[in-house]
């Protein structure tokens, strides 16, 4: 009877140990890249170059412009374009109906996540007090969603930056809360407009509540768009999406907290600019995602690069972009916006000012954004030299700089390191061909809720005649004790082989830990770069 017990208990406790902690988990959302720059094409752009496109660009989505046409109306004067759709003109279907259906004969295979642009332009005397004119501007994004839909577009960017006339902060004739409650009526008929055109429309706001709170520091004079945007939220169906692009303090962004800052932002700051009614809308059907400006990242004499030292001055163009584009991805829902002036993703931009394609300018920006938007990029023609042990420490040793201190072994394809108050490394080392590119990954944790030290990845080499090699050597550092249990984040490097090694070590390290103190690492890759080429 006791034997029979035991082996129920035995296969109850196995049957714990397989099974799933939960049924149908939710998955996170597939990052992707949108592209936000002054090439964006038009439709008719597209006819002519999107194979050619699609090739050359490293992205997942574009913003495309919209360019009807007036009846009876020559050139320029009979052209009406989507972006300038603050306006008094009542905008017809019909005059899209030449771009829809050139829209709908293009076959896309890259560019799966595409938005119509627009912009708060003209806004020519705009007033939240004039029905009519408010009439057209939902008329206008009713007919823009609707071709969304029969398009099949995920959608339409509104970009609230005031580059015509003021919108936000201008009522003259009304006090401050007249205003306010006449632009959250305004939200909810844009939203009608907007949302019953198309119930799964996603809004990509470049500023949705982050409206005001970096761009003059001065959120009173932006609530009205705080207002208009709670009006939007009144009547969100259920099926649609609002997207924070989080513009500007996105910009300046550069160190792993500052990225996190933006989380932090939609999840905390922006909290008391929600209507109380529309806190679960919120919390549900909003996204983050994060710009990447590249333009202010290689011009010293941009207005933004200041807000981007020391850090942009301590490591080359294309590792500063790598870090921060990986940091963007991983702070945000599903979608990293990135905006693009002397610039372009593919070739012949017709904007007069863009000096060439970034893989151009920066050869191996292409790389970047195609491995990082596409973790399993290289894993289908590409070997990983590392391996993972089943048992035991395999091919891989543990190294501390006090014998005997700490533990680190492999448990169930993780690593772990705990106690290693100096410093130590879980490592390994493979041959190495001079003049070959490499790219070493790992993720890495802490394993207990409170922790110290820091956590790295290490790349190193030894000579033909075995010893160690000066110089050529890197490493990616970061701090256990600003990180979340649970969290994974990957460590990536990229380094070439210098001429007369040997060995190349992949070094996975700690330092710093107390004794109970543990860090996990996992899915350790070392790619030949040169090799998949």
Known sequence: MKKSLFTMLALLFTGLLVAAPVENPWTPKKKKIIDMSWSNPSVDYLVEHLARMEQEAPINGITVRFIGRKPGVEGKAGEVHAHAIITRDVWQYEWFADQIAKYKGLNFTRFTDNFIYTTMTPARDMDWFDDAYWAAICNNYGILARITRECNMTGIVFDPEEYGGQIWRRYPGHSHAEAIAKARQRGR?????????????????????SNGTYLNGDQVNHTLSHSFFNGVYDVLPPTATMIEGHEYFGYFANTDTEFEQLRIDLDRTFLPRVAAENYNKYRTQTQLAAPIYPDEMVNPRHPCYNYLKPEIEQIPFLDYLRQNLQRALRV???YVWVYSETGCWWSRSPHPKVKGTWEEQFPGTNRIFIELANPDFLSAGAQNLVEVPTSGMGKWMFWTAINHQGRGIWQNGVAFMTGVKLRGSIHTSIPAIAGHEYMLTV???????????????SASFRAMDNAWMRGPGQEKVVQMRSRQRGEWETLTIRIVAPENCKLLYFQMGVAGLKDNDAVEFRNPRLIDLTATE
Not at 189 to 209: D, M, Q, S, T, Y
Not at 443 to 457: K, Y
């Open 443 to 457: 993720e890495v944790r802490p394993r207990s809720q409170s922790i110290s030290g820091s956590a790295s990845l």
């Open 332 to 334: 945000s829902d599903e």
């Open 189 to 209: 008929e844009f939203g009608r407009a907007v949302f019953g055109a198309n119930p799964n429309i996603k809004l990509l706001c470049l500023f949705l509540f």
